[in-house]
């Protein structure tokens, strides 16, 4: 008993359920006890709430109670029946919502105990091709998995939906309006009218521009197996989608989402605490490396170098394996997540979790989102990658090495971060002007008249509106400083002058 209660202290053991047909937890065989209590030492690493944990043990509890079967026995179908019986014996939505979570963690934790990664998912292929002709559906088939040989396995499920989506809109669309029966059907004609639909409804010329990209891969591939197609299809030009810059986050931005994200690392929640930990991490990765979400999400330990301070990313988009070198700050940051992230046997083998898996597509975009709105700045992860190139960049890093570290197939597209930096561009085009003056002076006009300092004060305020980082906007207000200082003396000493003509 307890000094507080006079009570026993509470034990499964005693605990009688009301359903006469669910097993005592005292009548279980000690593996299945012993296994019960493994699974709610799991869900404790991922510090759920209190409550959260009470109700996932209760219908775990109530599972392998009713299915009276050791649990290494236990099948996806035995779930199934569980949940069949909680439809029937509980009405509230809220509680039949918290059990069934609670039999999804359950199963995540038998396949992960029995180092299985579940039910594969299944395309539904009908959904996208069914309305197409045989042969139509049999070439469709044939080029994703010529496709999927180029992704990756745990990707290919996603990518491939991905395609299926961009490719097969305008084919059903095509093949409802009887105007495609076959691959040679899809000529310039069949896609301008197909173009007209998608307009008139108010869609993105980028987005159409996918689609056509995604047919003409289509055409291409089946012409490369000796298929007649119709090849004037892959001279049709896509829509000009205009100038659209990447879109970096103000310094100032940046400061405020980092000191949000590590307000909740800091937090006295431990729940709290480590995903503050986790997301400051990837945070910092994204932000001083460079990293893509989806590098974060799929990054394994191994890939971690600690004493080169490097991490080595493979297979990343278009299957390019490179080395990403790690900021002091970011590699403090993935150590102190470490040290909370749970035991690396019992979990996934991604750097990264949630809920005992890997993180999900929208994590990172939900997260940041959320901090966000804390401390009003809108951005999403995507724009981390933009401002380490710029950083970057406006530090002096040469183009070709910022390339590198993002992974940029084409230095074209790093130079597109490069017009980001105008404060800069301005910069070196002064001091780039200022020789080429000097070279091309003739005598004469050395003894031009110099420029005054009101004029000097004009010209560094135009620098001052480019992008400046933190030691050009010191050099330049200090410069500021100092040529207002001499338009004020000059302007003091012009009006001691008139003072004493006027006197004369």
Not at 44 to 65: C, D, M
Not at 307 to 324: A, F, M, T
Not at 325 to 332: F, G, I, K, R, T
Request: with cysteine; proline share 5%.
């Amino acid at each position: 008993m307890t000094k507080s209660t006079g009570k026993l202290p509470f034990q499964f053991k005693r605990t009688l359920p009301k359903d006469p047909n669910i097993q005592p937890f005292g009548d279980w065989l000690p593996a299945n006890r012993n296994y019960y209590i493994r699974f709610r030492d799991w869900l404790k690493q991922s510090s759920y709430s209190a409550s959260a944990l009470n109700i996932y043990s209760v219908a775990v509890r109530t599972a392998i109670g009713f299915l009276r079967k050791p649990y290494w026995q236990i099948t996806e179908s035995d779930l199934a029946r569980v949940e069949d019986y909680f439809k029937e014996h509980f009405d509230r939505p809220a509680t039949l919502a918290g059990y069934r979570k609670g039999l999804r963690k359950f199963a995540t934790f038998l396949c992960t105990q029995r180092r299985q990664s579940g039910q594969p998912k299944e395309i539904r292929w009908d959904t996208y091709i069914g309305s197409l002709s045989p042969q139509f559906q049999e070439d469709v088939h044939e080029f994703m998995r010529w496709q999927q040989c180029f992704w990756k396995e745990e990707q290919r499920f996603e990518r491939s939906l991905s395609v299926l989506s961009h490719l097969t809109l305008s084919l059903r669309w095509l093949a409802e309006q009887g105007t495609l029966n076959s691959i040679i059907n899809l000529t310039p004609q069949t896609w301008y009218a197909y173009l007209d639909h998608r307009l008139g409804a108010g869609i993105h010329p980028k987005t159409v521009n996918g689609e056509l990209s995604a047919l003409k891969h289509l055409v291409h591939f089946l012409m490369e197996h000796e298929r007649p197609v119709c090849e004037r299809f892959l001279l049709v030009e896509q829509l000009d989608e205009g100038n659209d810059l990447p879109k970096d986050i103000p310094l100032g931005d940046l400061r405020r989402l980092q000191e949000c994200i590590q307000s909740e690392a800091a937090s006295q929640h431990v729940g709290k605490r480590r995903g503050g930990r986790m997301d400051l991490a990837w945070f910092l990765l994204m932000l001083h490396s460079g990293l893509r979400t989806a590098e974060v999400r799929n990054l394994k330990p191994q890939d971690i170098e600690w004493e080169q301070r490097r991490l080595r990313i493979e297979q990343s988009k278009g299957l390019k394996d490179r080395l990403v070198y790690v900021s002091e700050a970011a590699l403090a940051a993935l150590r102190g997540y470490l040290d909370v992230r749970g035991p690396t046997g019992q979990l996934p083998e991604n750097v990264f979790i949630y809920c005992h898996s890997a993180l999900s597509k929208t994590y990172c975009f939900e997260r940041l989102g959320s901090y966000g709105r804390r401390c009003g700045v809108k951005a999403h992860p995507h724009q981390l990658r933009h401002s380490c190139a710029t950083m970057l960049l406006n530090a002096g890093a040469p183009v070709v090495t910022v390339q590198a570290i993002l992974g940029h197939k084409n230095v074209d597209t790093t130079l597109g971060y490069a017009r980001l930096y105008d404060g800069t561009v301005a910069a070196d085009y002064y001091q780039a002007m200022a020789t080429v003056e000097r070279q091309l002076s003739l005598p004469e006009d050395r003894l031009a008249r110099a420029p005054s300092p009101g004029e000097m004060l004009a010209l560094v305020d135009a620098l001052h509106n480019g992008t400046l980082n933190p030691s050009q906007t010191e050099i330049v207000g200090t410069l500021r400083s100092g040529l207002a200082l001499l338009a004020e003396k000059g302007e003091a000493n012009v009006k001691v002058l008139r003072e004493e003509i006027s006197a004369v």
